[in-house]
């Protein structure tokens, strides 16, 4: 059967952002088949347009209408490639949910993702900022990644070397950006299994239990962030607006003599890395608004749409804090969702 290009334009953006933010794309294609890609490639009107790339717009910022071609992630498929002594190799498309394929993996009897439990948005996505929580970072488990270059119309493979992974950073936020799709993801998922409990919260919430499973600190994991994360279905947000950032220890040394009850934890380099979370409630942001955009009542790190956010709205309630927290503690905070 030849590839379609079911082509749309003037696609409504308000349903595939997380943050509820009104936006249009001018054209739009929900992407199912990878021939699609090099179909798209061949035809010179909708090659030269600027792209978007959009998973489960979880982590995007829409500040204007997309005048180029969004590109949905539709790409479905999940299969267990390999095995050997140390690992099961489990491969997922780009378009698949990420946290039904973690649900998936779990169901199989392979733990390895149960940390990054209900992170909301595509498989595709998770490698661009390197997804964490609880201890765990996506790179842990990677394996690799198979990459679409428009440039050329060849598809890659990606170690975890080319990738570069750091916390909230990769590659395809430098050298690679914008410039591709991610098509899948091979995870390495340990045969040897061991919990990861380091993270304050868990530990305490599962201190009752002697060998938990890996489906019972996913289910753990479901808890801690349902009591502390609003539900992007009932209230816009992007989760986490700010990355947590890093200082010296210098300047954490002379912060804590400022402020004895500062929160942060020491990295493998030397560095410190601060609750950006607190920072702001002590800048007095938390459960505060600046027009429809509003900071979380229980986690001032989540900005949140009042009701018919603007993208400008949510841009000037960021640097509001960022000026702040920049004029209290001398720390810049960077924001964490790509802008678009
Ligand atoms: P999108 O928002 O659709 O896209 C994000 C970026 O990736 C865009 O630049 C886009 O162009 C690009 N992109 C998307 N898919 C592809 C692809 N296939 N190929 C190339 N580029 C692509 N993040 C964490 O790390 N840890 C958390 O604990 C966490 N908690 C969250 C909680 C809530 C309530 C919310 C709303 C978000 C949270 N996030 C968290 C952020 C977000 O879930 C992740 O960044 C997620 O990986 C984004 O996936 P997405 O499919 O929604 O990406
Ligand atoms: N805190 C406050 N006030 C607040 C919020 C937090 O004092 O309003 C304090 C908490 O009490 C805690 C510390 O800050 O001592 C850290 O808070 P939390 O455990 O909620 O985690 P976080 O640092 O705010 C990070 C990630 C989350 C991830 C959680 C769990 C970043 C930018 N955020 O949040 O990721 O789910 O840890 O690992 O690293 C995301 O990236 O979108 C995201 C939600």
Redesign the pocket.
Known sequence: MPTQLPLQTDVALDLL??FGIAATARHFLHLTAIDQLQLLSELPMLASLPR?????????ILTRDFPGLVLH?GLRGRELVDEDEHDFYVRAA?GEN?HEFVSWTLQQGWGGLENLSL????V???P??N???YGVELKDRFHSLHWFEFATGKVHSLTLADCQFAY?DSV?KHGLRDL????DVTFALPKHWQPQLGYGDVAQSLASVTQPTAQQISTTICAI?QSK????HIIG????FFKNPLVSAEQRQALLARYPALISYSQPDGRYKLAAGWLIEQAGWKGRALGNAGVYARQAL?LVNLGGVTGAAVLALAQSIQADVMQQFGVQLET???FV
Not at 52 to 60: E, H, K, R, Y
Not at 229 to 232: A, K, N, S, V
């Open positions: 952002n997380t978007l790339i959009l998973g489960g717009g979880s982590n995007v992630m780009g990420w992170i909301p948005g595509s595709g996505a998770a661009i900022q997804i964490g929580a909230r395809f591709g799709v991610i098509l962030r994360l609003p539900d992007p947000n992007a989760g986490s989540v964490e969702p790509v």
